[in-house]
């Protein structure tokens, strides 16, 4: 016991470290950068713009102690935005979670200064990429595993979702972590309302309201991975699968050694199938929010066949939707 506890302080030793290193290694190539223009093509008041903006970002980077991080993956839809900002406010808080969004639509859909943006920028610490064309699947491919191995937990969260922090079933992102690490789970998601396999429902039906169950498929919507299970989630990645579709499907299949379960004590929304239930937002900036019609621009829906990702990993989907609703076992459950 005495060896594990060692053994896990070194480790995070190491990992604060390393983080330094990274900032101090990065403000060394800055000076480089700053200081060796003899031509002049950077002019004086450039330079102290440019100085002040990247001092003002590492010196977030130097203050950040968080061993978490949550990516939400991709903003196409202004709307979201307020969704992103109650997550982000309620349940993957900036005092404990790192953050990053990615965005796929330009600035006329989602202007730069729409005020939700600017205070997840500002206020609540989080990096903002936005490429239009690149799509879900493909902003993946930058959250690679040596860049979360700065961090115990990472969270993946869809631009559309509701994740409430109050009443009966609030999401507690903290002590979703507490639950993984009691019970050994690697990946973990709560409830969600609006999921395509009609699990949650399944599962109700076997009076299982409330409990904490081991399951073989968890529908990508808000979900949390340790370190190494997104290491192996990561290998399936592919260049094809820009959708994002099939990866969740397959994940058990690549990754067999993995446990996976839901947290029926909390639930969460998927929006773009209705609207936000009156009492969870009543007296927040969410009261009235409904969505619109799903961004459609590009080549999204033509560009990539849907289902690329399952033909490469020879997962089938339909099996795997059968394994959701069979193949679900009790890990704990509240007492009555």
């Known amino acids: 016991m005495i060896i594990i506890t060692l053994t896990n302080l070194m480790s995070e030793h190491i990992r604060r470290i390393n983080r330094a290193y990274f900032g101090c290694a990065t403000f060394i190539f800055y000076l480089l950068f700053v200081y060796s223009d ?16 990247y001092l003002r970002r590492l010196s977030t980077s130097f203050r950040s102690s ?173 260049y094809t699968g820009g959708r994002g579709w099939c990866y969740d499907v397959c994940f058990k299949q690549e990754c067999p050694d993995l446990r996976f379960a839901l947290d029926l004590s909390m639930h969460s929304w998927h929006t773009e199938k209705g609207m936000l239930p009156q009492d969870l937002t009543a007296g927040t900036d969410l009261m009235g929010w409904e969505p619109s019609k799903a961004e459609r621009r590009g080549s999204y829906y033509n560009e990539l066949p849907a289902y690329s990702v399952c033909a490469r990993l020879k997962c089938s989907v339909e099996k795997r939707k059968e394994q959701a609703l069979k193949q679900v076992s009790q890990i704990s459950c509240p007492r009555s």
Not at 40 to 51: D, L, M, N
């Open 38 to 53: 003899p031509d002049g093509y950077v002019t004086s008041k450039e330079k102290i713009f440019v100085q002040f903006q």
């Open 66 to 238: 968080n061993n978490n991080l949550v990516a939400y993956n991709a903003i196409g839809k202004q709307e979201n935005l307020a969704l992103i900002e109650h997550s982000r406010r309620s349940v993957f808080k900036p005092q404990e979670w790192d953050c990053i969004i990615f965005m796929f639509v330009e600035e006329d859909v989602v202007p730069n200064d729409d005020q939700h943006l600017i205070r997840l920028q500002n206020e609540l610490s989080c990096s903002v990429s936005r490429k239009p064309g690149i799509h879900w699947g493909h902003f993946l491919q930058f959250i690679t595993p040596t860049f979360v191995s700065n961090y115990d937990y990472f969270a993946l969260v869809l631009d559309d979702m509701f994740i409430p922090d109050r009443g009966q079933y609030a999401v507690d992102a903290m002590k979703m972590i507490e639950t993984m690490e009691h019970h050994d789970i690697q990946v973990m998601s709560p409830a969600v309302h609006g999921e395509n396999h009609g699990q949650i429902e399944n599962l109700n039906r076997k009076g299982l309201q409330g409990c904490v169950v081991e399951v073989e498929v968890i529908e990508t919507f808000v979900q949390l991975f340790t370190r190494d299970a997104w290491k192996c989630y990561y290998g399936m990645l592919h």
